[in-house]
Every structure is written in C-alpha cells, then in structure tokens.
C-alpha cells in the first residue's frame, strides 16, 4: 500500500495503482472497461472535472489488468503512465524508459524522444518487441489528462509545437491499431474538451467507436466508498453522518474529490480528538462540512506565513494554475526551475512552500521527477474552484492577463502600421496594469511571446504622450504671451484710436448680436416644434434616419445659416442633404459639434425654456442618448474591435461594395444585449450607435460628439450622465448583460408553452419554470457565443430581444427564448386606447366578464378572481415584451398572456390553449377595459 496507508481515505488527490484495496463503488464501470478494452485497443475516458475518471483506471482498471482479467494466458503487464504536458513526445518516451527499464540500449530519455521524432511508431515497436519475445508481455499506456494536449501549443498558435502535438495523436492511434504487440491505450479527459477533438485527424472517429462515459455515482455505490475503507481499518461510520455526507454531495459540485478528502479530515478529527471508534458528525461539523472542508484545510497553511511567503505563495499557485479562452479554470504544471523564475524566490523558498502543500495530509500539490528538475503540479482542478482564496488569486491572475493580452495586440497592430501609439484611458489602464502587477518577461512570454516588445510600445507611448503634453504646455504659453502683447499693443494705439475703434467694435457687435438673436429664435424654434413631431420608426437607423425624418427642422441650410462660416460636414456624401442609402458616410467638422454643444443645448439658465424642451428630450432623445453614451463607452473599453472594424470599413469603401456598411449586422450582436430602457427600439438604436462611434473614430470627432450627449444627459437626465462609470465590461463581452432576467420558451411554432427561464446574475443560478413547478443549475457566462450550464458549453445565438441555445444535451433540442422586461413604473394618463399605457401601467386594473385582475398598491402580487366560482388563486408577474403581459398563476400551473397588440387574452395550461379576442383595449382610470367577442 502507498505512504498513506495510515489513512483510509486518500484525499483529494486520485487514487494511486497500489491503492485498490481502498478503492469502491466501481465494480460495474471497470468490468465495462475491461469489455471495451477486450474489444478495442484504444479506449477514451471520458467525464466531467471530479468524476473520478484517474483513480477509475489506476486504481480500478490497471489492478484488474495485472490480476489477468482482460488476457487470461498473458498476465505479465508493462505500464506506462504519462500526461502530454508541454513535452507531449518527450513524456511519451520517459514514460516507456520509467517503466521499461529493460530496453536496450536506450539510457536516456531525450535519446529515445528523438528517435520516437524522427522513426515514429517503428522504434516503439522494435524495442517493446524485443522484451514481447521474451517475457510475452502486454503494454498498457494510459494518457491522463488527455486535454492538455489540447492546450500545448495552441495557446502561442506555435507551429512547431501544433505538429508535434498532430504527431503525438498518430502515434498513439497507430499503436491502438497495429497488432505486432499487444498495446492497449487509454486516454483519460475532461468532457468540456470533447470539441477540441476534432483538430486532431482520426481522433474523433477513434473516439466514437470506444468512447466510455464515467456514469455517476449512484448512492448505494457512493454509500459504499464512505463506509467501507473505514470498515476496513477497523472503525465505522455512524448512519446518520452517512445520511449527512449523501445529501450534501447533492449541493456541490466536485463531489466524489470534495468527498474524499472530507473523509479524509473526518478521519483525521477522529484519531486525533475522540478517537472512540466512530467516525460521526461531530467530526464533520468541526472540519467545517463538505462545503467548507477544503477551503478550510488549504487556509490553515497560509497561517503564520510572513508576508513575502504568503506573497510567494500566491504567486506559485497562479503559475500553476490559467483560464484558458473559454473561461475555464484549469492546472498548468510547471517546473520548478520555472517557478523559480516566475516567482523571484529561491529554489529553498519555493520548495518549502510546495511541500507545505504536499504533505501534513493536504496532498493538493504533487511532484515528479523530469530530468534533473522536478515538475510540480496542482493535484485536482477542484482545489481551483473549490478553495476561495485560491479562486480569487486566479482571477486577479487571469484579469493580469487580459491586460497583457490586449498591449500585445495593440504592439502588433502598430507593428503593421494599423495602430498608433496608445492615449488617454487605453494608456493609463496599460501603465496601470504595468505598475501595480509589475509583469517580467517569463510571466508575459508564458502566455504569448514578445513581451520586451509590448513593454517596448507601452514605454515609446508614454513618450509620445508627453510629447503632446508638453507641445500643448507650449501653445497654451506661447497663446497667452501673444494675448498678452496685443494687449499691449492695444494699449498703445488706444491712446491715438479710440474713437475709430470704438465705432468699429460697436458695428461688429450689433452684427453679432443680431446673428445671435436670430440664431436663438432659430435654435427655440426647432425644440419647439419638435415636441409636436412624430417619434418615427426610423429613429432606429441612427443619426441619418433622425435628420431625414426631420429634415425640416434640421436641414443644412438652417445649419449654415446659424453657424456661420463654419461647414457641417468636411467632406462626404452629405454636404448638400442627407443621402440616407449611400454606403460612405460622411466627416463632420469637429467645430460644428463644438457649435452645437454650445449653442443648442440649454444649459439649464433658461428654466421655463428648458422644461418646455424635456418634453422634447423625453420623446425623442432619451433612448437614443442612453444607447448612443453606452455604446461609447463600452467600446472605449475594447481599442482593439474599434481599430479591426475601422481597418474593416475603410477597406469595404474601397472595395466598392454597395453593401450598407454602416449597418454591420456584428454590431447587432454585441448592443441588442445592454439593459433596455423599454423593449423593441432600443435595440436597434443600440446597433446603429455602435457603426456610428466607428464612423466617428475615423473622422477624428468621437470625443466631441460624446462631450455634447454627457452635457444633453446633465440637462435632462442626470441618473443617464453617471451611467458611464457603472459600465464595467468590454465592448466583446457586451453580452454578458444579455443573460440576467427572465426569458419565456418560444416554441417552434410560436405557441406560448408554459414554461419560463430565469439566469439570475446575484447567485449564478439558472432556474427553468414549468408552470410552478422549478428546477434550477449553475450558469456561467463565457463569451459573445458560448454560455455555460450546469457544467455544459452551450452555444448561442442573439437576435434582438430573442436569444436561441444551440443543441444543448439538457434541452435536448434547440431552445429558442424571448426576453422579458418588468413593468415600467409611469403614469397611467392616456385614455385614447394607446397600447403602450398598458405596458407602461404601474397599476393594472383588469375588469372582464369573468376574470378580474388588481395589483396592491405598492406591491406585485395578483388575484385572479373567477367571478362566477368566487375563488381567487396568486398571479405571479414574470414580465412583458413589447406587445405582451406574461402572467403565471402559480396554483394552477398556467400562465396569462395580454397581448396588447393582437387585442388577446390567451390562457395555457396543461398545453392546453385558450384565446379571446377583444374589440377593444384601452386605458381609463388605472383599469384596463375590453369587450369580448367571442
């Protein structure tokens, strides 16, 4: 038995080789593995993070191999055991050399690794058929941890690493197939990786025909691994801490490593404290439960550290551990040598702090040889999840790396004359990032190479920053000296002037005066006629669809006129009026946004005036505004999609292509996900303010125009003005905005089915409603295309206010979704049959024939009282589109949807549909009135 063979329990590590007598509850999965390996050399294993797939093979499969249960008349077995690691060829050929010590003449590994290069399959199999002919022997190869493989090279796109990594995958599929030896493989990998297969050529076919998924657990079996290695050792499990332990696994994820190692501090408690026999929960509740045990047990080990080691040992665990671009936390062996470096610590310091980590029966770290250095490694992806500060050290790792990430594609865009120098905010996030994580080459060039050169192009563009500091320094000098000398000059000439400058200066005075006069009956004007223009559809084009509409209250001409000499536009398709088809688009003059912020927008002098224009802003500009300062500031936080789509517009003109570019669908995808101030409009204004600040950051006026929507905000809608600095993502995950709230299940034939779905963003839990009846999963968001739930990657695709997860295995099919927004807190004062009154009711006073809604004042709860048998049952508000109310009766397990556009009341229950249809629907009094016609 190995070291831990005081304990009965390994922890949270995996099972070793000579440690299956402490190893159940698998019985049926190893005589299945035994059948598939009988039939096909090559076997993949297959399971979730946690699911026991390792010690399944070391401690089931490879004892029943040695015990003769797969090849009755050649039990004598050779075992390698390895993980591709960053030297995937390299830990194949030590893996042989460990275990075939009797090869001849091969004495060292890096000799074989080059052979196996150069040869391939052929030196595997001439040296293992000497020792075959020998002995009659069987070779067994178990790869574990296949999915690093998938990470080996791949992350730096490195060429020569991606071959050898194609070469490694044929080489353990021509030694499955080829039957001069008997060679069994088996590959051990995470389920969440089963995608990335398909890089390999025959890996996807090998693993359809021999595929096995770990099943869980069931709980009898998992009954079995908490009672019988204490039985085994001569002490028992009280029934009731049985009980405790199987109804908690049920709460957490990682449950058979998260077991393990509770047993194991169970086990502990009990020999160091009662030591009565018994092994009950008392012992669990002190270990903290199975929640808290790791977290806990890996905690104790910072205490009494000094700062600097527990500084180091921060950073050891961040090397040992990534995110990779799909969001998940995975390990990252490492060696010593390297840890060393990336650390700045002492070779007697990191190996004090990794064996603090080892032994003491925490086992989360492990080591083994590699040469004369030693590779050290977490010992379970858990430890990752599961230990909070650890979680948390990863994630201000992975934000470190971000911020690397983003410098080196700004140095390569520069690099290819597509970038300038960073500036303003993008500047001081990468000078910050630099100063406070204080990055060295081995860390940056662990992730992506050229970290000099990024350092390099953050270094130049704090240079240029001064430079344009300084130059502006010098104007502003420079202008207040040459102010100062006309001044005096001035002076000197008044004393023999003044009566002709006076007469000058009074005539251009009157003439400005009266410009300014007309301009000012102009500009009020404008705002008030516009309070009695219609809110058209077309404001969901963007700024051209706005000025087409009202071209008479906004046309050049006016414009000129007021702005006089200054040009609304430079150059561009629009200098003699809005050309709304044209693909180009037009350069606007910088001064003329100036202009307008000065001189049209109420500055707040003019009460009477400014409230006469909120009506103006409230109908017209409000959606508009939010969505056009979001846009903005969410791709300030992106440079690097604001500079691809610039290249990407300017190389559409050219291209002549008549497509209209300045509706790009990709910005469709990212804005239709912000908040909604109400559904339907806003996004599409959304869309068409992203293609808008593209245009603008080509024509050099973004920042103007952003200036003069703040100053709109301030005037008419502070709360709007302050939401720049509650925006925290990026422009690319946007759509993360998207998920929060309640979503109803569209079927393909949209019909309403009874069913509701809610991602709430407070506790990350995903819960799907049929009817009252609910069932809730974990829920991650990734990227702008995958999602995850309950540990499942799920694409999905966004269109507006409907959003579609693609062939999830929950689901079963395709699941379409329509986003549902609540109620709008405004006055019910509309009695003209506005449908929009209805949506926008804070009260909603249904009078029907039969039925009878009212809401509390103050509150959201619902009676629906059927009149004629006098009963009421609860209405459950789970929101409303643009045209529907969506109410669920939480007693009888239907749901209620007004649909104010098609003047409806449909009811399902049971996926049984019932819809009346109304003459009419309109507001009066806070009630909701209709008659029936049918």
């Known amino acids: 038995m190995s070291e831990y063979s005081l304990y009965p329990y390994v922890g949270l590590r995996p099972f070793n080789t000579d440690e299956s007598i402490l190893f159940f509850g698998r019985n049926n999965q190893i005589l299945e593995l035994l059948q598939r390996l009988h039939q096909y050399h090559f076997v993949a294993v297959v399971g979730g993070s946690g699911s026991g797939k390792s010690s399944l093979i070391r401690a089931g499969l490879i004892p029943s191999l040695k015990a003769g249960y797969l090849v009755q008349d050649s039990d004598h077995w050779q075992i390698a055991i390895m993980k591709p690691g960053r030297k995937p060829v390299w830990n194949l050929a030590k893996a042989f050399f460990d275990q075939t010590n009797e090869l001849p003449d091969i004495n060292k590994v890096d000799e074989l690794a080059r052979r196996i290069e150069e040869e391939g399959v052929s030196i595997i199999l001439s040296l293992l058929s000497e020792i075959d002919t020998n002995k009659n022997t069987n070779f067994f190869l178990l790869i574990d941890q296949f999915e690093e493989l998938f990470r080996f090279g791949m992350e730096h796109n490195d060429a020569a690493k991606i071959d050898e990594a194609i070469d490694f995958v044929n080489i353990i599929l021509e030694l499955s197939e080829q039957n001069r030896i008997p060679i069994y493989v088996v590959t051990t990998m995470r389920s969440d990786f089963i995608g990335d297969c398909a890089q390999f050529h025959g890996l996807p076919e090998a693993m359809n025909r021999s595929q096995y998924l770990v099943p869980h657990m069931t709980r009898k079996q998992l009954k079995y691994v908490i009672e019988a290695p204490a039985k085994l050792f001569g002490r028992k499990v009280n029934p009731s801490l049985t009980n405790r332990l199987l109804n908690d696994l049920g709460k957490v994820k990682d449950e058979l490593p998260l077991l393990e190692h509770a047993l194991m501090r169970i086990w502990e408690h009990e020999i160091k404290n009662d030591n009565n026999g018994e092994l009950d929960l ?47 936390k995975i390990r990252r062996p490492a060696l010593l040598s390297q840890l060393v470096e990336l650390t700045n610590g002492s070779t007697e310091e990191v190996l004090k702090i990794v064996n603090l980590f080892i032994g003491n029966q925490r086992s989360f770290l492990n080591q083994s040889k590699a040469g004369e250095d030693i590779i050290i490694d977490i010992s379970h992806e858990s430890l990752i999840r599961q230990w909070n500060t650890l979680g948390k050290w990863v994630d201000k790792e992975a934000e470190a790396a971000s911020h690397y990430l983003q410098l080196s594609d700004a140095t390569r865009l520069h690099s290819e004359g597509k970038k300038d120098y960073l500036t303003g905010s993008e500047l001081q996030t990468a000078q910050g990032w630099y100063d406070n994580f204080k990055p060295i080459p081995a860390w940056g060039n662990r992730y992506i190479q050229g970290f000099d050169n990024c350092i390099l192009y953050l270094k130049k563009s704090n240079e240029e920053q001064l430079k344009i500091e300084v130059a502006e320094r010098d104007r502003k000098k420079k202008k207040r000296f040459t102010i100062a000398l006309i001044m005096i000059m001035l002076g000197i000439m008044a004393i023999g002037s003044i009566t002709a400058l006076f007469l000058i200066n009074k005539s251009k005075n009157e003439v400005l005066f009266a410009q300014q006069r007309a301009n000012n009956w102009i500009i009020k004007n404008i705002w008030k006629s516009a309070i009695e223009a219609e809110v058209p559809l077309d404001y969901t084009t963007g700024i051209r669809g706005l000025a087409e509409k009202h071209a008479t209250l906004l046309n050049m001409d006016k414009f000129k006129f007021m702005s006089n000499p200054l040009e609304v536009f430079l150059s561009g398709p629009h200098e003699k009026g809005i050309r709304y088809y044209e693909n180009d688009f037009a350069r606007y003059n910088p001064e003329i946004v100036e202009w307008i912020s000065n001189n049209m927008i109420p500055d707040g002098t003019d009460a009477e005036f400014q409230q006469l224009t909120q009506r103006v802003y409230n109908k017209h500009l409000k959606i508009l505004a939010e969505a056009y300062i979001r846009s903005y500031v969410l791709l300030k936080k992106d440079s690097l999609f604001v500079e691809k789509q610039k290249a990407a517009y300017l190389e559409h003109l050219e291209s002549g292509n008549p497509y209209n570019f300045f509706r790009n669908k990709q910005y469709r995808y990212y804005f239709n996900t912000m908040d909604k101030i109400k559904p339907g409009a806003f996004p599409y204004y959304s869309k068409e303010a992203a293609g808008f600040w593209i245009r603008r950051n080509i024509d050099g006026t973004a920042d103007e125009f952003y200036d003069l929507l703040i100053k709109l905000a301030i005037t008419y809608d502070p709360n709007l003005a302050t939401l720049p600095n509650e925006l925290k993502y990026s422009f690319r995950n946007a759509m993360g905005y998207v998920f929060p709230g ?68 929950m689901f079963g099919e395709d699941l379409e979704l329509k986003k549902l927004y609540p109620l709008m807190k405004t006055a019910l004062n509309d009695t003209s049959g506005s449908s929009f009154d209805i949506l926008n009711a804070t009260l909603i006073n249904l009078n029907l024939s039969t039925y009878y809604i009212m809401d509390s004042p103050g509150k959201w709860s619902y009676k629906w009282v059927e009149q004629e048998k006098e009963y009421s049952v609860d209405l459950k508000d789970m929101g409303r589109t643009h045209e529907r109310i969506y109410l669920l009766n939480q007693n009888e397990n239907s749901v209620h949807i007004i649909d104010v556009e098609k003047n409806q009341i449909t009811v399902v229950a049971n996926d049984v549909t019932k819809t009346s249809t109304y003459e009419n629907m309109y507001v009066t009094n806070g009630d909701l009135m209709k008659k029936s016609t049918n």
């Open 282 to 328: 008392a012992d669990y509740e002190q270990i903290g439960g199975i929640k808290k045990a790791l977290s806990i047990h890996a905690d104790e080990a910072l205490i009494g550290m000094t700062d600097n080691e527990l500084e180091l040992t921060k950073k050891i665990f961040q090397s040992l551990s990534t995110t990779d671009e799909n969001g998940r």
């Open 742 to 809: 309640t979503w109803h299940v569209r079927s393909q034939f949209d019909s309403v089915p009874n069913q509701f779905i809610k991602f709430d963003d407070s506790n990350k839990t995903f819960t799907k409603y049929q009817g009252n009846l609910a069932k809730s999963f974990p829920w991650k968001f990734i990227n702008a295309r995958q999602i995850k739930i309950n540990n499942e990657t799920i694409d999905y695709i966004v269109i507006d206010d409907s959003m579609i997860l693609c062939s999830a295995q």
